[in-house]
C-alpha cells in the first residue's frame, strides 16, 4: 500500500524540478521531468526505452487495439522504442508532472543475467513493447530517493549509481517485468527484431527494404513482417515512415535547415511527399508543429 505521505512527498520533489512547461533536464542526462498543464489528445509519440512515471494527471498510450494507462497508480515501460498515440490530462491547477527514465541497457541486460540465474522464468511469455504495471510502494520509495538525490549533487554523487541500478530493478523485477524481459533478453526470432530495429534507426535514412532488412536477419520476408509487427505493434515500412517523421520534428524545431534539406536529411526524396506525409502523421505542418512543441514541449527533445 502506497502512503498518501510518500506520494505527496515525491510529487513535491518532482514539482521543486519541473519549475517550467515541457521537459525539464536534470543532474542525471537519461531523467527527464514532464510538467503539462494541457489536455492533449491523439498525439504521435516514440519513446525510447525506459519508463514513464506519471505522479500526478494521467495519460494513456494506444497501440493498434491496447490502451497502456500511465498515472499516479499506473507507469508506462518501453523495451523497444515504437511509435504509437499518446493522450493526456492536465491543468493549470493540477499540472501533470511525469518522471522520464531512459533504460542504461547495458546495465538492463546485465541485471537480466543475473535474474537469469536466480529467478525462473517462463520461456512462452511473449515479449512486448510496451507495458503498464501497478506502482509499488519499492518503486515509489526509490524515486523518492532519488529524486531527493537529484536536489543535492553529492549525494547524487555518491548514491546515485546504486540508486539507478535499483530502478532498473525495479521496473525488471515488476508486475510485467517477464514481457519487458523477453524483450531484452532477446532469444530467437525477438533478438533478431531487437537487433533489426538497432539497424534501422542507425540508417534510418538511408534506402531500406523489407527484403533486405529480413535478408541481414536471417529470415523470411512473411515471418519477418509478422515477428516485428508483433514486437512494435506496426509494419516495418510503417515504422521507418514515423523514425524518420520523429527525426524530421526534431529537426524542423532545431531550425535545422530548409524544409527540402531536412527531408533529404532524413530519407525523402521528394519534399512534397515528406510535407503531406509529415501532416498526415501530426496533423499540422512543419512549422505549426515547431510552434507547438516549443509551447508544450519546451526544449526540443526526443518524446
Known sequence: MISHFTSSALLVLAATLAPRTGYNATLVPGIRILRSETILENVPVLYRPGAVFVLQGAKQGFLNSEVHRYDADHYLAVSVPVPFRMA???SSEQPLLAIYFDFDLHLAAEIVTALEGQVAHD????AKSLVSSRMTSSIVEVLQRLLHALH??????ILGPGLLREVHYRILIGPQGEALMAALRGNGTTDRIVHSLTQIRERYNARLSVPKLAAEAGMSVPSYHADFKSLTGTTPIQY???LRLHEARLMVAR??????MIAAAVGYASPAQFSRDFKRHFHRTPGKEA???QEHLGEPTQN
Open 240 to 242: 521507418i515512415k514515423a
Open 255 to 260: 531550425r535545422k535547415g530548409s524544409m527540402a
Open 123 to 126: 520461456e512462452k511469455v511473449r
Open 291 to 293: 510552434k507547438w512543441m
Open 152 to 157: 543535492h549533487p553529492q549525494e547524487l554523487a
Open 88 to 90: 493526456s490530462q492536465a
